[in-house]
């Protein structure tokens, strides 16, 4: 089993970056496909990015394509989540997920590890 913390939410301006981190626990990092989500207030949690445990292969929604990119450092055993050209409409809370597979995909409920989430905010 694997445990993940997320890290470097805050609040931003449009048009501003964060770097969110998503680090796990154990040996067997490498192992694990991951992925970011995110929930807004009053929205259902919805897919932004994914990485397979090798990381040569990513996948992305639509509405982040372009600005946000993902990576994984399997000697540090964190997976990250660039985000540029911030926009106020994603603003939400951001939940790292991890699954034993080559690839995890797009839908949440192929992960069984998520993380406790990270709030970021942008603001107008």
């Known amino acids: 089993q694997v445990q993940l913390v997320e890290s470097g939410g805050g609040l931003v301006q449009a048009g501003g970056s964060l770097r969110l981190s998503c680090a796990a626990s154990?040996?067997?990092?490498?192992?694990?496909?991951m992925a970011w989500f995110r929930q807004a207030p009053g929205k259902e949690r919805e897919f932004v990015a994914a990485i397979s445990r090798s990381g040569f292969t990513t996948a992305y929604a639509d509405s982040v394509k372009g600005r946000f990119t993902i990576s994984r450092d399997n000697n540090k055993n964190t997976v990250y989540l660039q985000m540029n050209s911030l926009k106020p409409e994603d603003t939400a809370v951001y939940y790292c997920a991890a699954e034993t597979t080559t690839w995890g995909g797009r839908l949440g409920k192929e992960y069984r590890y998520w993380g406790q989430g990270t709030q970021v905010t942008v603001s107008s």
């Open positions: 154990g040996r067997t990092f490498s192992t694990y496909a």
